[in-house]
T-cell receptor
Framework: GAGVSQSPSNKVTEKGKDVELRCDPI?????LYWYRQSLGQGLEFLIY????????KSGLPSDRFSAERTGGSVSTLTIQRTQQEDSAVYLC????????????FGPGTRLLVL | DQQVKQNSPSLSVQEGRISILNCDYT??????FLWYKKYPAEGPTFLIS?????DKNEDGRFTVFLNKSAKHLSLHIVPSQPGDSAVYFC???????????FGAGTILRVKS
């Protein structure tokens, strides 16, 4: 596809369960980002992957959150033992890495933790 | 600590008039600024950007102005159209970090 894709588009889970969110970046983009948007808030940076470099995990809110990027392409964000405050829209973006390159976003995954 | 602030949660404008969306930032290290537009149930889409070496960038109906001394930027849309109704996010980054810091967004409603 031409743009960033994410799956699932919506996820409802029970408190305490683990969830996996998937992101397919734009082909050829070496940088991949995860953000989340809680209700009424701006986008909050979570984690950044650039090529084979160690990811920048400085935005992950707790050790229940982790992400990996396999083969420099697809990424999975995992939330373990979900809490109600994890409910948000999780957005993935990708870009060419050239310092100031624009990030292109996917449609997001709406996560609701009951 | 909100480094990027959009103090107006919403703005309503008549079709054909100018829309002005404002954004303030506190981190003087920011040197690249972007505006994104977001429709419901969609991801943000890039609109326009400006580097700190400039004070104005124009693209069709959209113009972004940067006032570094005031740490303020604004997005002007003229003429406004009903299809411009969306949430507008201001974002800032430091060159080389590729990490965007977003404001909370402003809901723009353009009335026909």
């Amino acid at each position: 596809g031409a743009g960033v894709s994410q799956s699932p588009s919506n996820k409802v889970t029970e408190k305490g369960k683990d969830v996996e969110l998937r992101c397919d970046p734009i082909s050829g983009h070496t940088a991949l980002y995860w953000y989340r948007q809680s209700l009424g808030q701006g986008l909050e940076f979570l984690i950044y992957f650039q090529g084979n470099s160690a990811p920048d995990k400085s935005g992950l809110p707790s050790d229940r959150f982790s992400a990996e990027r396999t083969g420099g392409s697809v990424s999975t964000l995992t939330i373990q033992r979900t809490q109600q405050e994890d409910s948000a829209v999780y957005l993935c973006a990708s870009s060419f890495y050239r310092g100031e390159e624009t990030q292109y976003f996917g449609p997001g995954t709406r996560l609701l933790v009951l | 600590d909100q480094q990027v602030k959009q103090n107006s949660p919403s703005l309503s404008v008549q079709e054909g008039r100018i829309s002005i969306l404002n954004c303030d930032y506190t981190n003087s290290m920011f040197d690249y600024f972007l505006w994104y537009k977001k429709y419901p149930a969609e991801g943000p889409t890039f609109l326009i950007s400006i580097s700190s070496i400039k004070d104005k960038n124009e693209d069709g109906r959209f113009t972004v102005f940067l006032n570094k001394s005031a740490k303020h930027l604004s997005l002007h849309i003229v003429p406004s159209q009903p299809g411009d109704s969306a949430v507008y996010f201001c974002a800032a980054s430091i060159a080389g970090t590729n990490k965007l810091v977003f404001g909370a967004g402003t809901i723009l409603r353009v009335k026909s």
